[in-house]
């Protein structure tokens, strides 16, 4: 993979490319991740690959220490992605930096790079796959969540 963006903050060299094949990642041009063949944990490896590019953000700005992050404001700014997209939907808005995209749709990938990077930041010893499996498998089985109990008086309507 050839690794063409640079960070401008921090001089670093960060590629992420997340495909059928695998996850690939370089940093400074060393390879952290080059994998050719999936890997059992797509999710959680790409999770620790934003993680470790978005690290300027978990630093001291003058010395590069890390600091310690707020989690209010962290699931703040991912509630704000959220807001975005839903801008998006509203005014029918391509995104004004990836104008060939919809705004919401790069909303809600802004939101998940986001939530990738809290889960890692705050929570690395659990593999975000295997939580995903785990609420799927529990979605599928919540009265609360069949037509039934949804058209009952008090229901979830949405």
């Not at 209010?72 to 939907?89: K, M, P, T, V, Y």
């Not at 029918?92 to 919401?104: E, I, R, S, T, V």
Request: aromatic share 8%; net charge negative.
């Amino acid at each position: 993979m050839k690794c063409d963006k640079v960070l401008k903050s921090t001089g670093e060299k960060c590629c992420l490319s997340f495909g059928h094949i695998g996850l690939h990642l370089a940093k400074d041009s060393n390879a952290l991740f080059d994998a050719e063949e999936p890997t059992a944990s797509p999710l959680d490896d790409l999770a620790v690959a934003i993680h470790i590019c978005n690290q300027k953000w978990w630093q001291d700005l003058e010395t590069k220490q890390p600091i310690k992050r707020n989690k209010g404001e962290l699931l703040a700014l991912i509630h704000s992605e959220i807001s975005e997209a839903l801008e998006g939907e509203r005014k029918n808005l391509m995104d004004d930096k990836l104008p060939q995209y919809p705004m919401a749709v790069v909303e809600i990938v802004d939101a998940i790079i986001r939530g990738f990077d809290y889960l890692k930041g705050f929570h690395p010893e659990y593999n975000i796959d295997e939580v995903f499996n785990a609420k799927t498998q529990f979605n599928l089985t919540r009265q609360d969540h069949t037509h039934e109990a949804r058209k009952i008086a008090g229901g979830k309507q949405f």
